[in-house]
């Protein structure tokens, strides 16, 4: 089983530059191996390494890093296809599908790039790494992460790593492989009905919402409508600090969900198992006893919506 894991850079301001100006070299190479492909037609790697290598390395590019792209937008086109097959495009007719298909795929300047161990090395004992840059090889850029996150990297770290740049600051997220933990039969079960101001309120009774959130979402809505009058009339670094801003919210209410459901599971995994008609009551009564007034203005990105159907949440064994 792959798992990632997330650290963050501290590069000076000299290796902070090097790192910047990588990330839309190898993208603006990405775009022009893509537009090759999709005018030839050529989407497997191996064909699409003999047509575009010469001129990767032409851009002065290394080796191993002409691969990463080659292989970045092969990747990219399987993955197009195998949504296009599965119809979640929509069907022949349809303007996204068509859209899709009347054009090669794009990257942004600033989209991830992919490293393997000949392009990056970690010294995790000192938290820095090495990674090659178009500037050439930087060495010592520092990185921070909690000591769970550099431990796990030690012993399971395994595959590429993706050199993120996002709301200016840089990241790696790093694969890492570990064994498929065991199957085994769940020993009970719990009801959960979600909703808006309680974002999950269990059969046992319990009402969970996280901390401050009633707060935290009138302040986002706030902010939310001042930059959408800002973009409305005009500004477009506006528009881009609303997309930063809804970026942030749904990483927060994915740390919430992420949060409560922990929660759920360690709090019902504690408890006695409940079973038949002394269940069914207890989820009744406490689903009628949390639907307090609920109004569609303040709820946030990403969040359940009042309606949703209740789900079950298995916990681990105990």
């Known amino acids: 089983m792959k798992l990632v894991v997330q650290v963050k850079l501290l590069p000076t301001p000299e290796q902070a530059t090097a790192l910047a100006a990588t990330l839309p070299r190898c993208n603006a190479a990405a775009n022009?191996?893509?537009?090759?492909?999709?005018?030839?037609g050529v989407f497997a790697r191996q064909k699409l390494q003999k047509l575009v290598y010469a001129d990767l390395k032409a851009r002065r590019l290394s080796a191993q890093p002409a691969l990463h792209v080659i292989r970045k937008v092969a990747d990219a086109y399987t993955t197009l296809h195998a949504q296009i097959e599965a119809g979640l495009l929509g069907d022949e007719h349809s303007r996204r599908r068509r859209k899709a298909e009347s054009k090669p795929i794009a990257f942004r300047a600033?989209?991830?790039q992919p490293f393997d161990d000949r392009c990056l090395s970690w010294q995790l004992d000192a938290r820095s790494i090495s990674i090659?840059?178009?500037?050439?090889?930087?060495?010592?850029?520092?990185?921070?992460?909690?000591?769970?996150?550099v431990k796990f990297l030690a012993t399971h770290r395994k595959g590429e790593t993706d050199l993120v740049h996002r709301d200016g600051m840089f990241f790696l997220i790093a694969t890492c492989e570990v064994e498929a933990a065991p199957q085994f039969e769940p020993a009970d079960w719990i009801g959960v009905d979600r909703g808006i101001v309680n974002l999950a309120t269990t059969?046992?009774?319990?009402n969970h919402q996280g901390k401050g959130l009633q707060r935290y979402r009138r302040r986002q809505a706030r902010l939310r409508a001042e930059l959408q009058a800002k973009k409305a009339a005009g500004s477009r670094s506006a528009a881009r600090r609303l997309a930063r801003r809804s970026a942030r919210e749904a990483r927060h209410a994915s740390n919430e969900n992420h949060k409560i459901s922990k929660k759920i599971v360690a709090d019902?995994?504690?408890?006695?198992?409940?079973?038949?008609?002394?269940?069914?009551e207890a989820?009744?009564?406490?689903?009628?006893?949390a639907s307090p007034s609920r109004t569609s203005s303040e709820s946030a990105p990403d969040w359940?919506?009042?309606?949703?159907?209740?789900?079950?949440?298995?916990?681990?064994?105990?």
Do not use: C, N, Y
């Open 32 to 40: 022009e191996v893509s537009a090759v492909a999709f005018e030839k």
């Open 110 to 112: 600033d989209a991830a």
């Open 132 to 149: 090659w840059t178009t500037s050439g090889r930087v060495r010592d850029i520092a990185f921070t992460g909690e000591p769970g996150q």
């Open 203 to 206: 059969s046992d009774g319990d």
């Open 268 to 280: 019902r995994a504690a408890r006695p198992a409940v079973h038949g008609r002394e269940a069914d």
């Open 283 to 289: 989820f009744t009564r406490s689903s009628l006893s």
């Open 304 to 318: 359940p919506t009042e309606g949703s159907s209740p789900s079950s949440v298995r916990p681990d064994r105990s």
